[in-house]
């Protein structure tokens, strides 16, 4: 046993130790070092801590050393280890993260390792540059410039936030039988079909498929949701045009919500969500009884994913759309079958912002009011 460097712990310490090793959250090596020093504050040889914690006893030994000379949390933490100067100065790696973040070069989509290594190459004093300096360089700094996103950026002005807070306290409002809200929109759908046989899955093997498949035109899902109930309606249609959306209104009115006095419907700014579809496709009589009964909402431009029902397509995609399905006939199958297990299940959409919550994060965004100056006349 190695007496020279005696490790013995304090109740603090102890304890700090054990919550450590107990939680098994932090570095690898950090959780050997704790595991390393409570085995000796208990007595335990080098030997045998080295053939418990699965170390060396080079490592149980060091491990003691900078415990008794150093304290406990540099015997946790790494020892500086010699390597190398860096070969990029502080104003190397600015420039580096600009250019990182400019306009690639003409005649190129984006920046690459080795773009970026040559460019650094021109505008420094340096004869090489490796790529591999360039990927840690620019993994520090976090920045990724052969990766891009789409976003869509909203205006947040009044309409906006009339529109926002129109919906969210439609959420807000205490269930009302005579009164529902429902979410409606769509998604399109390929229909693919397997260009061969698929071949099944095997104990040891997964299933596999054909990257090639045969495209059979595609369909439309229109998705109503209840905001108060647990009740989602799936329709497919071969479009989703100014038509087919006024069938799905009447559907709402006289199959979904007989009873209903007024229906209220969240719903986006697609150019076929609009009263005068349900003129295109019925009569006037017709249509002014439909929309008698209907109250439409819409969400803010570029802000659809204040519709509730967004998230329930997303649901839908992730749990039965999301492999091939080659017929309309077994899409149609396939939907019915998930929408009643969904509605049998009772699933609710747990939704949490709230017209206080969007004041307080986008507090900031909103429009300041104006007061109107009155002039007085001489």
């Not at 909203?154 to 529902?180: I, Q, T, W």
Request: hydrophobic residues 40%; glycine residues 4%.
């Amino acid at each position: 046993m190695n007496i020279k460097y005696r490790v013995t712990l304090v109740d603090d310490e102890r304890a700090q130790l054990a919550a450590l090793v107990v939680g098994g959250k932090g570095a690898f090596r950090r959780l050997k070092r704790a595991q390393i020093l409570l085995a000796a504050d208990k007595g335990s040889s080098d030997e045998e801590i080295a053939r418990n914690v699965a170390v060396g006893t080079s490592t149980v030994y060091r491990t003691k050393q900078r415990f008794v000379e150093e304290g406990l949390e540099s015997a946790l933490s790494e020892a500086p280890r010699p390597g190398a100067a860096r070969k990029l100065r502080v104003a190397d790696e600015s420039m580096l993260a600009a250019l990182a973040c400019a306009k690639p070069p003409a005649g190129r989509a984006r920046w690459t390792l080795q773009l970026l290594a040559d460019e650094m190459v021109r505008l420094t004093v340096h004869d090489s540059i490796s790529d591999e300096t360039i990927r840690r360089r620019l993994d520090e700094f976090q920045i990724k410039p052969w990766q891009e996103k789409m976003l869509c950026i909203p205006k947040v002005d009044s309409e906006f936030v009339a529109r926002m807070e129109d919906v969210l306290g439609l959420y807000a409002e205490p269930a009302d039988e005579n009164r529902p809200v429902v979410c409606f929109d769509e998604t399109p759908r390929q229909l693919i079909g397997e260009a061969r046989v698929p071949v099944r899955a095997e104990p040891g093997k997964r299933r596999r498929f054909d990257y090639e498949y045969v495209r059979n035109g595609t369909a439309n899902v229109f998705m109503f949701v209840d905001v108060n109930r647990p009740w989602r309606h799936a329709k497919v249609t071969n479009r989703r045009t100014c038509l087919d959306f006024a069938e799905c209104m009447r559907d709402l009115v006289d199959e979904h919500y007989p009873h209903a006095e007024r229906i209220r419907v969240v719903l986006d700014n697609l150019s076929a969500h609009s009263a005068a579809a349900l003129y295109q496709r019925f009569s006037p009589a017709e249509a002014r009884r439909i929309l008698d009964r209907l109250e439409f909402h819409f969400t803010p431009k570029h802000a659809s994913w204040l519709n509730m029902v967004e998230i329930e397509i997303g649901v839908m995609v992730r749990q039965c759309l999301n492999r091939r399905i080659a017929e309309r006939t077994t899409l149609v199958a396939e939907i019915d079958s998930w929408e009643r297990r969904r509605n049998a299940e009772g699933a609710c959409i747990d939704w949490m912002f709230t017209i206080e919550r969007a004041r307080e994060k986008l507090g900031r965004s909103y429009p300041r009011p104006t007061c109107a100056v009155a002039k007085l006349s001489a």
